[in-house]
């Protein structure tokens, strides 16, 4: 998660926490299973001087989609690297360059509206069964209580402080299987704290959660066949990017949900800026797990 006020270094300025700050060693999947870049292809680590920062989706063959927190004015694109097709973070698969870093132009730091970047990469990806894009939902096909949803990252495993905390940034790829939490119900928990806007999506499972470093991560669900439990290894249908790991209120804590930012309220903005780069770009994507 992040911090709902940045987090410098190491010192907590405060004990509000966003999920992801863009410093390196925040971030963290809790109560999450190690996994492979196989059956998260479309997983990418946002890289700041070589260290990852934060989660990355990868939906087209120049373009990934990650939280716009992850970027602090003034930043230099240059300054940023992002690793696809591997398993870890700090080696393997295929470490690229940046043309441009695209934040919302509505994002807000204080209220964490509209937290979403597009990533233009110098280079075109080639897919292969290491490397591919997840499709977008739509406003029209929001994730229903029936939907599977995980969580993929390389963040830390409990919050700081905790005692069974594992510190540090994991090295090998995590997931996380989270469970829909109503909008209704996430702005009563947070009533005191922030307003959940129609652009955020709220997801928890007890003991289950992103945290710090898995901003910018994908939230993608699975629809389920009648009579399918929600729990398990591969799901069935075609994943679909619902959410980016945006923000919340501490790591697994069980009064306060993970907040996402709600891709498909902003499917108009992400179809505008490819169109501006003259590439076709999204398609149709990764069939899900295997």
Excluded at 28 to 46: D, K, L, M, N, W
Excluded at 128 to 157: C, I, K, N
Excluded at 246 to 271: D, E, H, K, M, Q
């Amino acid at each position: 998660m992040i911090s709902l006020i940045p987090i410098v270094a190491t010192v907590l300025l405060s004990p509000w926490f966003v999920r992801a700050t863009p410093f390196p060693g925040d971030g963290r999947i809790v109560g999450g299973e190690v996994t492979t870049i196989e059956e998260f292809p479309y997983q990418a680590s946002v890289q700041l001087h070589g260290q990852h920062i934060c989660g990355g989706a990868i939906i087209g063959h120049h373009f990934v989609l990650t939280a716009a927190h992850c970027f602090e004015d003034p930043y230099n694109p240059e300054d940023y690297t992002v690793r696809v097709a591997s398993s870890e973070h700090a080696s393997g698969g295929h470490l690229l360059s940046l043309r441009q870093v695209i934040t919302h132009g509505g994002y807000n730091p204080q209220s964490h509206d509209n937290d979403l970047a597009l990533l233009i990469l110098n280079a075109r990806l080639n897919f292969t069964e290491h490397l591919q894009p997840v499709p977008l939902a739509t406003e029209m096909e929001p994730p229903t209580p029936a939907t599977r949803l995980l969580v993929s990252g390389w963040g830390f495993q409990g919050e700081e402080g905790g005692d069974n905390e594992v510190s540090g940034v994991s090295p090998q790829l995590r997931f996380v299987e989270v469970d829909l939490v109503e909008a209704q119900q996430c702005r009563h928990a947070y009533r005191r704290v922030l307003p959940i806007t129609q652009r955020m999506i709220c997801a928890a499972r007890p003991g289950h959660d992103s945290c710090q470093g898995d901003s910018g991560g994908p939230l993608v669900g699975y629809p389920l066949e009648e009579g399918e439990e929600a729990t398990g290894e591969g799901a069935g249908g075609r994943g679909k990017l619902y959410g980016i790991v945006s923000w919340g209120l501490g790591c697994a804590n069980p009064n306060y949900p993970g907040v996402y930012t709600n891709v498909g309220a902003f499917r108009n903005w992400i179809n505008a800026h490819i169109g501006a780069w003259g590439w076709s770009g999204l398609l149709e994507g990764w069939s899900g797990l295997q």
